[in-house]
């Protein structure tokens, strides 16, 4: 019976405060508007003073206590992750000049061999079916028509086939269809290019020519390749050798153009 009772009690109550809450409300605005607004201006300043003092409390506690320690955290932070950005930044131009100077590094003792200059790829070197490529070098930095190229190892890659003011076209040596005389362990062959870095050669059967041998060409005066496999059949008088430039021809940015 108490329990039935209680529940409309409390709620009677709650609507009660409301309807003196909202009768408190109208009964200030209807006095402020016969008053001409001087109410509003009598507690305006009261009101600044407790808003004032209320900012100043909320800055004391984020200036101290717990509040100051997030805070402090938070700009921590911030800072840590703009000091790792800086130094990501340096890393990545440290790589760079790594880079560069191991590229240059790598063809600075085929300089002190033949006389030249190191030019870049600019062009992909399986862009054109013909087996050519662009350097970024020509007739302004000496470069001529018929200049070998060589890749950082000291392998010939191809010769310059045209010139331009700053730039040049190369021929691979190893361009399909191409043929390229050499010699292999003392004998004379004549490589067919195949693309890619790679050409074939008959050779008599006879030949003391090994997988690894080093092919060098009389045109080029320079090593072209090595022997990567040999084809041999008992009834025929030749033997066949797969050559390879001993480069990574897809990934080569950086060659060396000897002097004509």
């Known amino acids: 019976m108490t329990a039935q009772f209680y529940r409309p009690q409390r709620e009677d109550r709650g609507r009660s405060r409301l309807l003196y809450a909202t009768a408190l409300i109208i009964i200030v605005f209807l006095l402020d508007m016969v008053a001409g607004g001087r109410l509003r ?3 305006r300043t009261p009101v600044s003073y407790v808003y004032l003092s209320l900012e100043s409390a909320r800055d004391t506690l984020l200036l101290n206590g717990i509040f100051s320690s997030k805070l402090a955290l938070q700009e921590e932070n911030t800072r840590l992750k703009s000091e790792l950005s800086d130094y ?7 790589a760079a000049m790594k880079e560069e100077n191991e590229r240059l590094h790598s ?3 085929l300089a002190e061999k033949v006389p030249g200059r ?3 790829v600019i062009s992909s070197l399986y862009a ?3 087996g050519t490529f662009i350097i970024d070098t020509g007739i302004e930095e000496g470069v001529a028509r018929g200049a ?7 392998f010939a890659v191809g010769t310059v086939m045209e010139t331009g003011s700053h730039s040049a076209l190369v021929s691979q040596l190893f361009a399909p269809g191409k043929s ?4 292999v362990s003392g004998t004379s062959v004549v490589l067919v290019g195949q693309g890619g870095g790679n050409a074939r050669a008959k050779a008599p059967r006879e030949s003391e020519i090994s997988v690894g041998d080093v092919v060098r060409s009389p045109q080029v005066d320079a090593p072209i390749g090595v022997v990567q496999h040999i084809e041999s059949d008992a009834t025929a008088a030749d033997q066949e050798l797969f050559v390879r430039i001993p480069t ?3 990934t080569l940015s950086l060659v060396y153009v000897g002097r004509k």
């Open 180 to 183: 390229v005389e050499a010699m």
């Open 88 to 94: 990501r930044t340096k890393d990545a131009l440290y």
């Open 107 to 109: 063809v600075s003792g």
């Open 248 to 250: 990574n021809l897809q």
């Open 148 to 154: 070998v190229v060589f890749a950082p190892n000291g």
């Open 41 to 43: 201006a009598a507690i």
């Open 128 to 130: 054109s079916a013909y």
């Open 118 to 120: 190191a030019a870049s």
